[in-house]
């Protein structure tokens, strides 16, 4: 069941937040993906496939973090990117997850659509903000020298126990690894398209591929809702599994 937290009240969140349950952040951009695919690609793919996977488990969902690391690669402001500093970005998420951290909150995931690339600047940052906030939060809580205390020297053996800190926040790609052998990683090509008119059929116009020119585009005539359903039902199914640990 899904839990909004943008529409939710203090009694169903309080509760959830002591049922501990996963706690889960879309985070996208606003990028260029040419003529026929919407502006908030990476951003509506995130969505589509957090609000699956609350119809599968119980799950606080939190509003979209729709402006993210999107870079220039593909193309520059003047076709509409809007790209946040990676460092800015990093600074953002960080003072998000703080509040969620110190207000009570664990079992923490944001998951990103954009890139498919091993250490991504998006990716990269909000690994670091949330790496960065778990030790600051150990050293406010429990003291300088806190690991190196008498008092925790069984802090290793105890890793696997239900309040592990380095559990508390997680980063998860929406396109995870098994998915892949369905449709590759692309950009606004079949792939992409297929995943994201399954999820948004209004994100995508079919009649507009004819006008799109750039080289990365041309496969998009060969999208698939249902090779798009596969990928994102398989997608749904590793992330359930990589939540539950």
Known sequence: MKIDMAMGFPKEIEKAKADRLPVLIPVGTMEYHSEHCAYGCDSL???????KIAEKID???LPPIWYGVASFAVAGPEKNTIHVDCDTFEAYMYAI???LIYGGWRNIYMVLSHQTEDYNPMELACMKAARKLVFEYLEDTRGNGW?????TKTFYDTLDAADNPWNWIKTLRGHPQKAKAILPGDHAGYAECSRLKYLFPEAVKEERIPDAKEWFTQSAKNMSIELGEKDITLSVDELIAQIKG
């Open 97 to 99: 997850l703080k509040s």
């Open 147 to 151: 690991w190196g205390n008498n008092d």
């Open 59 to 61: 799950a606080v969902v």
């Open 45 to 51: 793919v995130s969505i589509g496939i957090i609000d």
